[in-house]
T-cell receptor, first 111, second 115 residues
Framework: TQLLEQSPQFLSIQEGENLTVYCNSS?????LQWYRQEPGEGPVLLVT?????EVKKLKRLTFQFGDARKDSSLHITAAQPGDTGLYLC???????????FGQGTELSVKP | KAGVTQTPRYLIKTRGQQVTLSCSPI?????VSWYQQTPGQGLQFLFE???????NKGNFPGRFSGRQFSNSRSEMNVSTLELGDSALYLC??????????????FGEGSWLTVV
């Protein structure tokens, strides 16, 4: 059972375009994390959101946690080829190292 | 501050053998978790250790086991390897304390190929 639905699974866009990745669940999470992973490497943490309605910005990346803490989105403005990679959302029900991961979004930004 | 360190990075084993993977968490982090990543199943939680005790367990067979030492370093073991165990095995650490949030950091992983 996939508890965290991430969409789209694949996204190919041109440099300069904007994009949004969605992460949805029927479960309430205590926190949600977004990671970016390069081929053959471990996921690198981008952000952790813990409060319903929270919005965090990291340069051209904007992360939002839904009011009910069941969903989240990642918006990238003016995408660049360096943004290419696998983006993963992961929810946690409590403190600790157990995360429920979405399927991931493979982003390709072409110059 | 050094990140999460995993060894070995790459290894090839034969069906039926066993393998042990090692993980050193970020200094001060006492919780260590293990994940399996495959193209078909994505990232799946194996287990979590805290203060040398298993705190959480995922839905994997008993061939997958782990332990944690007093210095928080952790090992995971897979016995009687099967072809389907070929995967990237990731270790993650977190502080797990009052007011620490729940920020979890991953290592670079150990690539296991079973032939």
């Amino acid at each position: 059972t996939q508890l965290l639905e991430q969409s789209p699974q694949f996204l190919s866009i041109q440099e300069g375009e904007n994009l949004t990745v969605y992460c949805n669940s029927s479960s309430v999470f205590s926190s949600l994390q977004w990671y970016r992973q390069e081929p053959g490497e471990g996921p690198v943490l981008l952000v952790t959101v813990v409060t319903g309605g929270e919005v965090k910005k990291l340069k051209r990346l904007t992360f939002q946690f839904g009011d009910a803490r069941k969903d989240s989105s990642l918006h990238i403005t003016a995408a660049q080829p360096g943004d290419t990679g696998l983006y993963l959302c992961a929810g946690s029900y409590n403190q600790g190292g157990k995360l429920i991961f979405g399927q991931g979004t493979e982003l390709s930004v072409k110059p | 501050k050094a990140g999460v360190t995993q060894t070995p990075r790459y290894l090839i084993k034969t069906r039926g053998q066993q393998v042990t993977l090692s993980c050193s968490p970020i200094s001060g982090h006492r919780s260590v978790s293990w994940y399996q990543q495959t193209p078909g199943q994505g990232l799946q939680f194996l287990f979590e250790y805290f203060s040398e005790t298993q705190r959480n367990k995922g839905n994997f067979p008993g061939r997958f086991s782990g332990r944690q030492f007093s210095n928080s370093r952790s090992e995971m073991n897979v016995s009687t390897l099967e072809l389907g165990d070929s995967a990237l095995y990731l270790c993650a650490s977190t502080f797990l304390g009052q007011g620490s949030g729940n920020t979890i950091y991953f290592g670079e992983g150990s690539w296991l190929t079973v032939v």
